[in-house]
Structure formats: structure tokens, C-alpha cells
């Protein structure tokens, strides 16, 4: 049985080469965990220059995703794989793709969308739970501003974990006590409210703009992990590119530069 439940705080760059030194760090994690969750667009990096050019690169991340959940060391770990462009139709979603063993297990779509996302995506109408085959805990799937509803969380109510792709917007002189308060008052809470783990995971660095917005937009890495009591875990920094793990048994927390992953 796999130990660790992880997230993958990233900057927001093309998809990792295979055998690099990310990959083989990804590679790693995935052998020690039930389930490792990416941010959201995490793989829409600047280069792309226009909506169509997002939406193919999409569909290079689900293959990459894919991929991944049929690696060996990846066997019987959820990968919960960020965000991607879903075209069905005319419709484009910012779609949560969830996969196990080399199956896709089910998608989730982005509920609540920012004012420039609007322009071009349609809004995800359900929540999605997924019951892990393998130990049988339940992760409830949210996106970025979903989390800013608390009925979202209260629609997961004794979920054992709630997975947050994130995007989160760069905010110039945000104060450590302001950043301490949006994480008491919706991911404390919302772990509260819906008496699961709250597993945020954020990128770094810019996501490309393409349709979505005017140019690329600067996002910090704010990711934590919360329970209804406190945080258990809070990114070391919001420029930081590492692992975030906890114990899913006594809850102890791991943290992991990029760089020092690697076995």
C-alpha cells in the first residue's frame, strides 16, 4: 500500500522531457504515493502564443498524463493531472483529468471561472468524486476558483480528500497575514465543512495568456495542505518548485525541492 499522499508544486514550463531529471523526480514520488496532483494549466507555458495553440498542447498533456498512469512506478497512484483545454463541440472546458493503471477514470470541469475565462470556456456543471480502486478513499475534484464557494467543499461532505489544481494570481504586496487569512477562511474552512483533506496544489512562474487573457499572467505558488483543524503544510515560498507529501496515515508532512527528489 502506498504511503504518501503528494502534490507537485510546478512552474509552468513545456512537459518534462523523458528521463530528465523531472521526470525521473515525478517517477519517484509516483512509486510512494496513492495519489500525486499537478496545478492547474500547469503545462501552458508562454511559448504557446494563441488559444489553438493551447488547446493542441492539451491534447500533448492528456497523452503525457496518460502516459504517466502506466509507468511501473506509477501503478496503483492516482494521477490527478492539473488542468487542460477540453473541446466537446463547440464548448472548450478547463477540464481535470484523473487517470489509474492506463485508464481514465473520470474529468472534472471547472465550475466557477474568472471573468477572462468567460470569454472562451464553458463552465463545468457537477462535482466528481473518484474512489481510489485500490485503498477505496474518495477525492473529491475542485479547480482554482471553485474553492471560493464553500458549498463546493460542503457538496464533498466526508470525502477523505479534496484535490485543488490551482492557478493562483500573482498579488503585489500581499502581506503574510493576508495570505494566512484566505487559507484559514477557505481551505481551513472548507476542510472543516466537508470533514476532508485539502490537498491545494499550485504552479509557478506565468501561465500563457493565449484567449484567456490579456498576455501571460504572473501566479504564485501557494500550495498547502489543510485539515479542519490548521494547516498542516504551507509551500515554502511562492516562487519554490518541489514535492509536497504527507503521511496519509499520521499525517507527518515531506517536503522536496525539485531538485533533491531524485533518489
Known sequence: ???????????????????????????????RSEAIVFPEYFSMHKGLENFNEMVDYS????????????????????????????????NFFNTLPVFFNGT???????????????????????????????????????????????????????????LIPTASPFIAHDSPSQQSIRDQTIYVAGACSSGATVIKCCGTGSVTGGSLSNGAHAIQGRSLVATGESLLAVAPGIDWNGFIMMDKINRQIEIFPLAESSP
Open 1 to 31: 500500500m502506498k504511503q504518501y499522499i503528494s502534490l507537485y508544486q510546478r512552474k509552468v514550463t513545456p512537459l518534462p522531457e523523458s528521463r530528465s531529471a523531472e521526470d525521473r523526480a515525478i517517477l519517484n514520488i509516483c512509486h
Open 59 to 90: 491534447r500533448a498533456t492528456y497523452e503525457w498524463l496518460f502516459n504517466l498512469s502506466q509507468q511501473p512506478e506509477a501503478k496503483d497512484t492516482l494521477i490527478a493531472g492539473g488542468t487542460l483545454l477540453q473541446r466537446v463541440g463547440e
Open 104 to 162: 481514465l477514470l473520470n474529468i472534472y470541469r471547472k465550475r466557477e471561472l474568472f471573468e477572462s475565462e468567460k470569454l472562451t470556456l464553458t463552465p463545468g456543471i457537477k462535482s466528481v468524486t473518484i474512489l481510489h480502486p485500490v485503498s477505496h478513499k474518495s477525492y473529491g475534484l475542485l479547480i482554482c476558483a471553485d474553492a471560493r464557494k464553500s458549498e463546493n467543499f460542503y457538496s464533498y461532505k466526508n470525502n477523505d480528500y479534496i
